[in-house]
C-alpha cells in the first residue's frame, strides 16, 4: 500500500561525466552563439547610430548648401538687374545713334504678337469671359480661380441646407420618441412577469445610459468597455444568442426582479430620461453601447435581412422588440432614434466648415491677386513695360556716344560674373538633390527601424553576463541530465536546489524559468522559439513538462542516445510525422537489423519501439550503438563501425531513440548510466489540448484542418520574422555605410517585408485565437470533462502498475461512449451521460481497494472544474487538519497564523451531549473557512439542537434530507465537511453520497455498484482489444461469471487453461485464438500469464488475426491473470480491464455472492428460509471477509475464504433444505431444516477448517451464530445502534435471482461497511479496512494533481550541518496517528533557537539529492505536525539528559545475585536488564555519533544512511525506526511523539530498576507491560503452582492463569497477595470500562479514542480443572462469563498472554466477540 511519488534517479560517476559534458558542449554552443549575436547586435546598432549621425550631419549640411544656393541667387538677381540696365541703355544708345540691335528686334516682334492677340479676343469664347485687370491685361488663371471658389462656396451651401433640413428631421423624430414614453410605458414595462431576454436587454442597456448620463462613470474593468460592469450579467445574453434566441428564451426570475428594482419609481426614471442630454450629441461610451445591442444606420447591411455586431451575434431592431413588447419597442425606438440624431451632427458640423473654409479660400485668392498687382511682380508685366520701367530713370540723356565702349566693357564683365554665378547655383542644386535623396533614404531607413532599434537595444542592454549565461547552463545541464527522469514537480525542486547552489558559490541567478511557458523557458533556451511553437502542429500535448521533454529528447549535448518513458503511448505517433525517422519495434529482430544499417547507412533518425529494459541488454545491435553513441554523435564525415559483427559505414546524423513503457523504477542502472532517460508525461492542460484535437478530427474534420492551417501560418511567420530579422543583422552587420540606394533599398525591403510579418502573425493569432473560442464554445464543458477523466485514469495508474492505459486507447474509448450517446442532445447533458457512463467503465478496471479512490478522485476534480470547490475544502474532506486563515479561540491544534488574521472566539461546548472532540473539529473547520462562522454563532440559538444531535449520533446523518437542511447556502461539498468534522466515522458513507449526487446531476438513477457488467463491457470492447480479467487469489470464480455470461448472450465459449511457457503452449493458444477469430466465439486464455512468451505475442497477433473482422463481430478474446503477476505495458494499454475478484465491500460482496449461486441452487427448495438463508450466508460471508480489515479487531491470522467456501456452505444448506422438500411428497415426515447441523458444518468444516487459533474460532462461532437462525423466528438483525433490514422480497418464494441482486442493489442508504455492521463500537483507532485506505491514497494522488502543491525546498536551503540532515519533510503518518500520543502531542513545550550564521558550506558530496530530499510537503493534505525549528545538536543533547545511563556491572550483579541468579525470577531478571541496557546502549550510541558528526561537520559520504535517517527523523520530532526495531515489539510505535517514547523507555528503566531493588518477595504490584517479556513472568506464576500442588497433592495437573478484577487502589497496596500477583497497567480495547462495585462489564461503547484502562488485577495460576470457562451459547439467563484474550500490545496480537474474566448479568459471550474485546498489556 505504499503509494508514495518520491522520485529516487539512479546516479553515478557516469551521470556526473554526463553532466560536465552536456555543461561544456551546451556553454562552448550558447558562449559562441551569444558572442556572435552580441557582436552583431553591437556593430548593427553602432551602424545605425553613425547612420543617424549621418543623416543629422547632412541635415546640417543641406541647409548650408541651401543658404549659399539662397545667396547665389540673390546675387544673380542683383546681377540680371544689373546687367538688363546696362543693356538697355546700351540699346538706348544705339537706336539713338540709329544703330541695329537684335535686343530692339525681339522687343518689337513681341510687342507685334501682344497686339494681335488682344486683336483676335473677341473670336475666343473662353478669352470673353475673362476680366480685363486695371493694366489693360487679361489674367485668365486668376480669373478660373475665382469663379471656381465661387461654384465651390455654392455647392457646400447646398449640403449645409441638405444636412441641417436631415438634422431637423432627426431631432423631431426622437423628440417625438420622447414624448411617448410616459409613466404609463415604464409601468407597462415593470408589470411584465416572465418577459423574454429581450426585454432585459433593452432596459439595461437603458439603465446603463441613464446612470452614465447622470455619474459619468464609465466602466473599465473587465469584458468589453462598452458595456457597463454592473449590467454585463444579461447584457451579455445577446453576444451568445441571437435575437431570436433572445426572444424566445426567458429571462430568469431574480435578474428580472434586480431590473425592476433598478427601474424603481416611473416619475424617477422620467426625471432621469429628461435630464439624458442628447442633443449636442453622445459620447463614444454611450453611441459603442447602443451600436453593440441595436441595429443602427451604421452597423446595419442593406445585403443581409438580420444585421450582426462585431461578435457575429444578430442585433435586435424595433420590429424584433415589438414582439417583445410594445412599450419596450418605443424604448428601443427612442433610443435608435438619437442614435441617429448624433450620426448627423458630425456631417453638419462639417458641412458649415467646409463652407467658411472656400469662403476663407476666396478672400486669400483675392487678396493675393491684389498684393501682386501693387508689388508690380514681373510675372504679370508686359515685356514692353519691363523694358521700360528698366530704362525710365536711367538718365539716357545723359549718354553719349563716348560711354558705349564702356558699357560694353561692363556688360561684359557682369556677363561673366553671371555665368560664374549660374554654374555655382547649378552645382550647389545638384549638391541639394543629393544631399536630400541621402537624408530622405536615411530617415525612412531610421523610421522603418526604429522600433527594431529599440527591441536590439533592450535586448542588447538584457545580454546575459558570462556569470549568467554560466548560470543557465549549468541549470540547464543538470536539467537535461539529472531532471529528465523525474516527474515535474520533483524537477522544479531540484532546478531550485541546483540554482541555490550556485549562488551560494557565487554564481548570479540564472535566468532560466523552469515551470512556465515563458519567453525565457527551458525549451526556449534549448531550441529556437518557433521550433517550440512548432510542437503545437504536432500530434503532441502542448504543456511546459512536454515542451522540456522534447528539448531533451532532441538535444545532442549530452552525446548519448535518448531512453524514453512513455507511460501513455504519446510518442510513437510524434515519430511518426518526422521525416528524418524510421520506426521499428524491437521484437521484429530482421527488421530492426534491415533499418538499423539504413538509417546508419542514411545518416537518419531510428526510433524502437516497445522495448523492455531488463532484456535490451541482450539485443546486440542496440547495446552495440549505445556503446559507440559518443563516437557516432561527433563524426563529421562517414566513417565504418563495427555493430552486430558487421562493418556498417555510418554517416553524420544518425540518432537513436528507445521508447519504452516501463516502470520508471525497474529500468536496470546500468542503462540508466549510460542513456539519457526521459519521463515523458504530459499535464493535464496538455492532456486536455490533445484530447481536443482528435475529437476535431474525428468528429468535425473541417475545422481541425482550419486550425492547423492557422497554427501552421503562426509558424510559417515566426520561421519568416526570425529570418527577416536576421538577414537585416547581417546586411547591418556586413554595411558599413547605408547611404548607397542599393542597401537601403534592401534594408527597406526587409524591414517592409517584416512589418508585413507581424501583422499577418497578429492576424493569424487573433484569428486563431477566434476560432479557438468558437471551437471550445459549445464543447468546453464536454472537453474539461474528457480531460479530467482521463488525468485521473492517468494518475490511478501510480497506485498499481496494472492500471496503465495508453493515451490514444482511452481517449478513443471516450470519443466512442460519445459516439454511442450521440450529438443531438444538449453538451451538458452529453458530458453527464459521458462521465456517467465512462466513470463506470474504467471503474470495473479497478481492484476494489481502489474503486471508491477513483470515484472519490474523479468526483472532487469535476466539481472543482465547476467552481464548486474552494480552496482547502477538498484537501479538509481527505483528511482534517488546522488552518491558519483565522485564529479561533479555543483550538487546540492552532496553526500559526499572520498577524493580521481574525480573531473569533465561538466559545465552548454548546451542547452537554457534543463530545470534545466533535467540537474540536467543528473548530478546526472554523479555522479555514468563513462560511461556518455564522453556524456556529447561531449553533444553540436558533432552537436546532436536535437537529445538530441527529447529526452528531444519528444512525445516518449523511442521507440526504438531512444534509440539505443544514443551509441553503452553503455546496454540498460543504455540507459534508461539516458532517466529516462530526463524524469521522462516516466519512466512508459521505464520500459515497457525495459521489452519487455528483455523477447522478443528470442522472437521477446513478447507483454506486461495483458489480462487473460485462454486458457494457462488451459493448464498449473492440475485436481488437482482448478484455482482461483480474483477480486476487481467487481463480475458480472467473471461469463462472464469463460462461454465465455467455450463456445470457447465447455465444458460444471455449476455455483455454494455460499452465506454463512452453512452446506447446504457446502454439495451442495460437491456434485457438485464430479457430476463435475464424469460426467467431469467445475464447477464454485462463491465467495467460503463466504463458510468457504469449503476453509478448498476443497484442500483434491479436491486431493480424481479427484484420479482416466487423465490428458486429461476435468473436471476443477474453484472458485471466493473477494480480500479483507482471504483465506487460504494451499487453495493458490495448486491452480492457475488468477485475472480477470477490469484491471488499460489505454492499457489493453481498451482491456479488447472490450473483455467483447458480440458478438450480437457488430453485433448489420453496421453503420460505431458503430465501433468507442465502442472504444470511452471504452476509456471514462478506462479514467474515471483512472482519479481516478491521484493524485492530481482525483476526489474529489471516484466512482466505473464497468463492469456493461460500458455495461448499451454501451447497451443504440446499442438500439440506432439498432434502426436507423432498420428503414431503413422499409420505416422509415433515422436519425443520438443523441450523445447528449447518452452523456445525461452516464452523467446523467450510470456514473453521483454516482457524488454528482459539479465540479466532470463538469469534468465527458468534459471526456465524448471530447470521445463521430461523427465519421465523428472527426477521430482523439486532445491530446496536440501528436495525438492517433484509430486503422484503427475500421472504417471497419463487424469487426470481436478478430480483434478488436488485433488491439488495437498492438498498438506500446503500450497505457500508461500517463498525456497527459487524457488531462492533467505533473508536478513532479503528481502521475499517479499504475505506480506511480511502484518503490516505487520495492524500498521495492529490499531491500530484493538486495546483497548490508547492514542494518543499527547505532541504537545499541551509548554512550548517543541522540544517542540512533537518532538510528532509516529515514522511506521512502511518495510517491515522495515534490519538493518544496527539493528546499528549499538545502538551509538549517548543524551545526553539535562533539558527546559528557563520557556519561552513557543507561539501557538494553532501548535496545529492537523495530519496528522502525529493519529496513534495504534504502538509496541506495531512493531520499537521508542530514544527519545530530546535537545532538537531540540542535535541540529541537533550535526549542524552533523559536517557538513563544504565546499571554498572558489579551493581547488576550484586542485585542479581540476592534475587537469585540461579532462581527462574532471577534469569528474568538479568534478561530483562539485559534487554535495557542493549536499547538504551544502542540509542546512546547514535545520538552521540551523531553529536560527534556534527561536532567535526563530517557529512555527505562520511555519514551512513541511517545516522542521516535518524537525524532528519529527530529534527521532525520522530521516533528514529531502527530504535523501535531495538527494543522491539513491546516498544511503542514510530508515530509517537519523541518525548513520550523517551518518557516511556526511561519510566520502564526505572520500574525495572525498582523490581530489582525489592526483589519478588516485595513488589505489591506489577506493571507487566514494562518488561520485555511479561510471558515469562506469568509461566514462572504457573510453575510455582504447579510445583506447589505437586509437592501438596503428589499428582500433575496442567495450571492455567485466571485475572480478576480488584476494587483496590494500585497505589493504596503495599504488600503482595498471598497467591499470585497484583498487576495493573492493563487496556481494554471495544468497550468502556465503568467502575462499578460488582466488577461487571456493560455493553457500553468506548468514550476516548485511546484503549479503556483497567482497574488493579489479580493474577492467579489455577488448576485446569478449576478454571473458569466462558458461558456457553444456549445459556438461558446470566450471569454470564467470557474470557477475553489478553496481549502484550497490538503488534503482539498472535501470542495469547493470558485471558481476563469478564462477568456481565445480561450481554451474552458472543457480543463480547463480536464487540472484538480484547485486553493489551501496553496502550498501543
Not at 94 to 113: D, F, M, P, T
Not at 1410 to 1420: E, L, R, V, Y
Request: net charge neutral.
Amino acid at each position: 500500500n505504499d503509494i508514495s511519488d518520491i522520485d529516487s534517479p539512479f546516479v553515478c560517476p557516469e551521470t556526473y561525466h554526463r553532466f560536465l559534458l552536456c555543461f561544456s558542449n551546451l556553454f562552448k554552443e550558447k558562449y559562441l552563439n551569444a558572442t556572435k549575436l552580441k557582436e552583431k547586435l553591437s556593430i548593427a546598432l553602432s551602424t545605425l547610430s553613425r547612420t543617424q549621425s549621418e543623416a543629422d550631419a547632412i541635415e546640417d549640411t543641406l541647409k548650408a548648401v541651401r543658404l549659399q544656393q539662397k545667396e547665389t541667387g540673390d546675387k544673380m538677381m542683383k546681377l540680371f538687374t544689373s546687367l538688363t540696365t546696362k543693356t538697355n541703355q546700351l540699346e538706348r544708345i544705339k537706336a539713338n545713334l540709329g544703330q541695329q540691335s537684335s535686343v530692339l528686334s525681339a522687343i518689337r516682334v513681341l510687342q507685334e504678337q501682344e497686339r494681335k492677340l488682344l486683336a483676335e479676343d473677341h473670336d475666343d469664347d473662353h478669352l470673353l469671359s475673362l476680366v480685363q485687370d486695371s493694366t489693360g491685361r487679361k489674367n485668365s488663371r486668376y480669373e478660373h480661380s475665382v469663379l471656381k471658389a465661387k461654384a465651390d462656396i455654392a455647392e457646400a451651401e447646398q449640403r449645409e441646407v441638405k444636412v441641417k433640413e436631415d438634422l431637423s428631421k432627426a431631432k423631431e423624430q426622437a423628440q417625438q420618441c420622447e414624448s411617448k414614453i410616459d409613466r404609463n410605458t415604464i409601468d407597462q414595462i415593470k408589470s411584465l412577469i416572465n418577459p423574454p431576454a429581450l426585454v432585459g436587454v433593452i432596459m439595461e442597456m437603458m439603465l446603463t445610459l441613464l446612470r452614465h448620463n447622470s455619474t459619468g462613470d464609465v466602466p473599465t474593468d473587465g469584458g468589453d468597455d462598452s458595456i457597463s460592469s454592473h449590467h454585463s450579467s444579461i447584457l451579455m445574453l445577446q453576444k451568445k444568442k441571437s435575437a431570436s434566441t433572445l426572444q424566445s428564451s426567458k429571462l430568469e426570475k431574480e435578474q428580472w426582479q434586480s431590473i425592476q428594482l433598478a427601474i424603481g419609481d416611473s416619475q424617477k426614471f422620467l426625471d432621469l430620461l429628461d435630464a439624458f442630454k442628447w442633443e449636442n450629441g453622445l459620447d463614444a461610451f454611450s453611441i459603442n453601447l447602443i451600436e453593440s445591442m441595436l441595429v443602427t444606420s451604421h452597423n446595419s447591411n442593406q445585403l443581409q435581412e438580420s444585421p450582426t455586431n462585431a461578435v457575429g451575434t444578430a442585433h435586435i431592431s424595433v420590429n424584433t422588440a415589438r414582439y417583445a413588447s410594445e412599450a419596450v419597442s418605443i424604448m428601443c425606438a427612442y433610443t435608435i432614434a438619437i442614435a441617429e440624431y448624433h450620426y448627423l451632427i458630425e456631417p453638419c458640423q462639417h458641412a458649415s466648415e467646409h463652407v467658411l473654409q472656400c469662403v476663407d479660400a476666396l478672400r486669400k485668392l483675392q487678396h493675393s491677386a491684389k498684393s501682386s498687382s501693387n508689388a508690380g511682380d514681373i510675372e504679370f508685366v508686359p515685356i514692353n513695360h519691363r523694358f521700360l520701367s528698366a530704362t525710365a530713370a536711367d538718365g539716357i540723356d545723359e549718354l553719349s556716344e563716348l560711354d558705349e565702349e564702356e558699357l560694353r566693357g561692363e556688360i561684359e564683365s557682369v556677363e561673366i560674373e553671371y555665368d560664374r554665378l549660374v554654374i555655382k547655383k547649378h552645382k550647389l542644386g545638384l549638391e541639394c538633390s543629393n544631399l536630400a535623396e541621402k537624408l530622405k533614404l536615411a530617415k525612412q531607413l531610421l523610421g522603418r527601424l526604429g522600433l527594431k532599434r529599440q527591441t536590439w537595444e533592450t535586448q542588447l542592454e538584457r545580454f546575459a553576463t558570462t556569470e549568467v549565461l554560466a548560470s543557465n547552463c549549468i541549470l540547464a545541464a543538470s536539467f537535461t541530465v539529472y531532471c529528465a527522469p523525474l516527474k515535474s514537480y520533483s524537477r522544479l525542486i531540484l532546478s531550485k536546489a541546483i540554482s541555490h547552489m550556485c549562488s551560494v558559490n557565487g554564481l548570479p541567478q540564472a535566468s532560466i524559468a523552469l515551470d512556465e511557458q515563458k519567453e525565457n523557458s527551458y525549451a526556449c533556451f534549448m531550441m529556437e522559439g518557433p521550433d517550440v511553437y512548432h510542437l503545437n502542429v504536432e500530434s503532441l500535448p502542448i504543456d511546459s513538462t512536454c515542451e522540456q521533454n522534447v528539448s531533451i529528447i532532441t538535444q545532442q549535448y549530452t552525446k548519448c542516445w535518448s531512453l524514453i518513458v512513455d507511460p501513455l503511448d504519446l510518442l510513437p505517433f510524434w515519430f511518426r510525422n518526422k521525416k528524418n525517422a524510421e520506426i521499428v519495434c524491437i521484437k521484429d529482430r530482421a527488421l530492426l537489423s534491415k533499418k538499423l544499417e539504413a538509417c546508419l547507412t542514411a545518416g537518419q533518425c531510428l526510433v524502437v519501439t516497445e522495448v523492455y529494459t531488463h532484456s535490451l541488454m541482450r539485443v546486440a545491435p542496440v547495446m552495440d550503438l549505445i556503446r559507440n553513441a559518443q563516437k557516432l554523435a561527433t563524426i563529421k564525415s562517414p566513417c565504418k563501425l563495427q555493430i552486430d559483427g558487421k562493418e556498417i559505414e555510418c554517416k553524420p546524423g544518425f540518432r537513436l531513440f528507445l521508447i519504452t513503457s516501463d516502470n520508471m523504477s525497474t529500468i536496470p542502472d546500468l542503462l540508466v548510466s549510460v542513456l539519457t532517460v526521459v519521463l515523458f508525461y504530459p499535464e493535464k492542460k496538455g492532456i486536455k489540448d490533445l484530447m481536443l484535437n482528435l475529437f476535431l478530427q474525428k468528429f468535425y474534420p473541417k475545422v481541425y484542418s482550419e486550425r492547423m492551417k492557422l497554427k501552421e501560418s503562426v509558424f510559417d511567420q515566426l520561421v519568416s520574422l526570425r529570418q527577416l530579422e536576421a538577414d537585416m543583422l547581417q546586411v547591418l552587420f556586413k554595411e558599413k555605410h547605408l547611404d548607397e540606394s542599393r542597401v537601403a533599398k534592401s534594408l527597406g525591403n526587409l524591414s517592409s517585408a517584416f512589418d508585413d510579418g507581424i501583422e499577418i502573425l497578429v492576424r493569424s493569432k487573433e484569428q486563431l485565437q477566434v476560432a479557438n473560442e468558437i471551437t471550445l464554445s459549445g464543447i468546453k464543458c464536454l472537453m474539461n470533462k474528457m480531460a479530467t477523466i482521463l488525468n485521473d485514469v492517468f494518475i490511478m495508474a501510480r497506485l498499481s502498475p496494472l492500471y496503465a492505459c495508453g493515451f490514444r486507447q482511452t481517449a478513443s474509448l471516450l470519443l466512442t461512449i460519445y459516439e454511442q450517446i450521440g450529438r443531438s442532445s444538449q453538451s451538458e447533458d452529453i458530458a453527464a451521460g459521458l462521465t456517467v457512463i465512462a466513470h463506470h467503465h474504467f471503474f470495473q478496471g479497478y481492484f476494489e481497494s481502489d474503486k471508491l479512490v477513483f470515484s472519490l478522485l474523479l468526483a472532487l476534480e469535476l466539481e472543482a472544474i465547476e467552481g464548486r470547490v474552494f480552496k482547502n475544502e477538498r484537501e479538509f474532506f481527505i483528511s482534517p487538519f488546522p488552518g491558519n486563515k483565522y485564529v479561533i479561540r479555543g483550538l487546540t491544534h492552532q496553526q500559526c497564523s499572520s498577524e493580521n488574521a481574525p480573531v473569533f472566539n465561538f466559545g465552548k461546548r454548546p451542547f452537554d451531549w457534543m463530545t470534545e472532540e466533535q467540537w474540536q473539529s467543528l473548530l478546526m473547520l472554523a479555522s479555514h473557512f468563513s462560511w461556518i462562522h455564522d453556524l456556529l454563532d447561531k449553533i444553540n440559538k436558533d432552537n436546532k439542537e436536535t437537529f445538530w444531535r441527529t447529526l452528531s449520533e444519528g444512525l445516518a446523518p449523511e442521507t440526504l434530507p438531512i444534509i440539505d437542511s443544514l443551509s441553503d447556502k452553503l455546496t454540498f461539498l460543504q455540507k459534508l465537511l461539516v458532517l466529516r468534522a462530526l463524524r469521522p466515522e462516516r466519512a466512508a458513507q459521505s464520500a459515497m453520497l457525495f459521489i452519487t449526487n455528483v455523477l447522478g446531476k443528470k442522472k437521477k438513477k446513478f447507483i454506486y455498484n461495483t458489480l462487473v457488467d460485462f454486458s457494457a463491457v462488451f459493448k464498449i470492447s473492440r475485436v481488437y482489444s482482448p478484455i482482461l480479467l483480474l483477480f486476487r487469489g481467487d481463480p475458480d470464480i472467473v471461469v463462472p461469471l464469463v460462461q454465465q455470461t455467455a450463456s445470457k448472450k447465447h455465444v458460444h465459449l471455449e476455455v483455454l487453461y494455460l499452465t506454463d511457457s512452453d512452446s506447446m503452449e504457446l502454439n495451442m493458444a495460437i491456434s485457438a485464438v485464430r479457430n476463435a477469430v475464424k469460426q467467431e466465439y469467445w475464447l477464454l486464455l485462463h491465467n495467460v500469464s503463466y504463458c510468457k512468451p504469449l503476453l509478448e505475442e498476443l497484442p500483434l497477433l491479436l491486431m493480424t488475426a481479427s484484420g479482416k473482422l466487423s465490428e458486429e463481430t461476435t468473436f471476443r478474446l477474453l484472458i485471466s491473470s493473477p494480480s500479483d503477476h507482471c504483465l506487460p505495458t504494451r499487453l495493458l494499454h490495448c486491452c480492457t480491464k475488468v477485475v472480477v475478484d470477490s469484491p471488499m465491500s460489505i454492499h457489493s460482496s453481498v451482491m456479488h455472492s447472490l450473483t455467483c449461486v447458480p440458478l438450480e441452487v437457488v430453485r433448489s427448495s420453496n421453503r420460505v428460509e431458503w430465501l433468507p438463508l442465502l442472504h444470511s450466508v452471504a452476509m456471514m460471508h462478506a462479514s467474515l471477509r471483512l472482519r479481516g480489515q478491521v484493524c485492530p479487531y481482525s483476526w489474529s491470522n489471516g484466512y482466505h475464504w473464497n468463492y469456493n467456501h461460500f458455495m461448499d456452505a451454501v451447497r451443504f444448506a440446499g442438500k439440506d433444505f432439498s432434502g426436507v422438500d423432498a420428503m414431503v411428497p413422499h409420505g416422509g415426515t415433515a422436519r425443520l431444516p438443523s441450523w445447528a447441523g449447518l452452523r456445525c458444518m461452516i464452523t467446523q468444516v467450510w470456514y473453521g477448517g483454516q482457524v488454528v487459533n482459539e479465540d479466532d474460532a470463538t469469534l468465527l462461532a458468534a459471526i456465524t451464530e448471530q447470521w445463521t437462525y430461523p427465519i421465523m423466528s428472527r426477521k430482523d438483525l439486532d445491530i446496536v445502534r440501528g436495525r438492517y433490514h433484509m430486503p422484503l422480497v427475500f421472504l417471497a418464494p419463487h424469487t426470481r435471482l436478478s430480483n434478488l441482486v436488485q433488491a439488495v442493489e437498492m438498498m438506500c442508504p446503500p450497505l457500508v461497511l461500517t463498525a456497527e455492521v459487524l457488531g462492533m463500537f467505533y473508536t478513532a483507532k479503528m481502521k475499517l479496512g479499504i475505506e480506511d485506505l480511502l484518503f490516505s491514497k487520495l492524500t498521495s494522488l492529490f499531491m500530484l494533481i493538486s495546483k497548490r502543491t508547492s514542494p518543499s525546498l527547505t532541504g537545499f536551503m541551509f548554512h550548517s550541518a543541522d540544517q542540512l540532515i533537518s532538510s528532509s519533510p516529515m514522511p506521512p503518518l502511518s495510517g491515522r496517528a495515534s490519538h493518544y500520543a496527539q493528546s499528549q502531542m499538545s502538551a509538549k513545550s517548543e524551545r526553539t533557537t535562533p539558527l546559528g550564521h557563520g557556519a561552513t558550506t557543507p561539501p557538494l558530496s553532501s548535496l545529492h539529492p537523495t530519496n528522502s530530499q525529493i519529496t513534495s510537503s504534504s502538509t496541506s493534505l495531512t493531520v499537521s505536525r508542530p514544527t519545530n525549528d530546535v537545532p538537531l545538536s540540542y535535541t540529541i543533547e537533550k535526549l542524552l539528559e533523559k536517557l538513563p545511563t544504565g546499571w554498572k556491572k558489579d551493581h547488576l550483579n550484586e542485585k542479581l545475585k540476592k534475587l537469585g541468579i540461579q532462581t527462574p525470577f532471577g534469569v528474568f531478571m538479568a534478561s530483562e536488564t539485559s534487554q535495557m541496557l542493549d536499547c538504551l546502549r544502542h540509542i546512546r550510541s547514535s545520538l552521540q555519533d551523531l553529536q560527534r558528526i556534527l561536532i567535526d561537520d563530517s557529512l555527505g559520504d562520511q555519514t551512513t544512511p541511517e545516522l542521516l535517517e535518524t537525524a532528519r527523523r529527530l529534527m521532525q520530532q520522530i521516533v528514529p525506526a531502527h530504535w523501535v526495531t531495538a527494543v522491539g515489539p513491546s516498544a511503542p510505535p514510530d508515530n509517537y511523539p519523541l518525548h513520550l517514547w523517551i518518557k516511556t523507555m526511561v519510566q520502564r528503566y526505572y520500574y525495572i530498576e525498582k523490581v530489582l531493588n525489592l526483589g519478588r518477595e516485595k513488589v505489591p504490584a506489577y506493571w507487566l507491560g514494562a518488561f520485555f517479556n511479561p510471558l515469562i513472568l506469568l509461566c514462572i506464576l504457573k510453575q510455582d503452582a504447579m510445583t506447589r500442588n505437586v509437592q501438596k497433592t503428589g499428582n500433575f495437573e496442567p495450571f492455567t492463569l485466571k485475572v480478576d478484577f480488584t476494587n483496590r487502589e494500585k497505589e493504596h497496596i503495599r504488600d503482595p497477595p498471598a497467591e499470585g500477583i497484583f498487576a495493573y497497567g492493563l487496556f481494554m480495547w471495544g468497550c468502556e470500562w465503568e467502575k462499578n462495585a460488582s466488577l461487571e462489564l456493560h455493553d457500553s461503547p468506548p468514550k476516548s479514542p485511546i484503549p479503556s484502562p483497567l482497574p488493579l488485577t489479580h493474577v492467579t495460576a489455577v488448576p485446569l480443572s478449576e478454571a473458569p470457562c466462558t458461558s456457553p451459547v444456549d445459556q438461558p439467563k446470566g450471569p454470564y462469563l467470557y474470557l477475553c484474550p489478553c496481549y502484550g500490545s497490538i503488534r503482539e496480537k498472535g501470542q495469547i498472554l493470558m485471558h481476563v474474566t469478564i462477568n456481565s448479568i445480561e450481554v451474552v459471550p458472543n457480543r463480547w466477540a463480536l464487540r472484538g474485546l480484547f485486553c493489551t498489556m501496553r496502550p498501543f
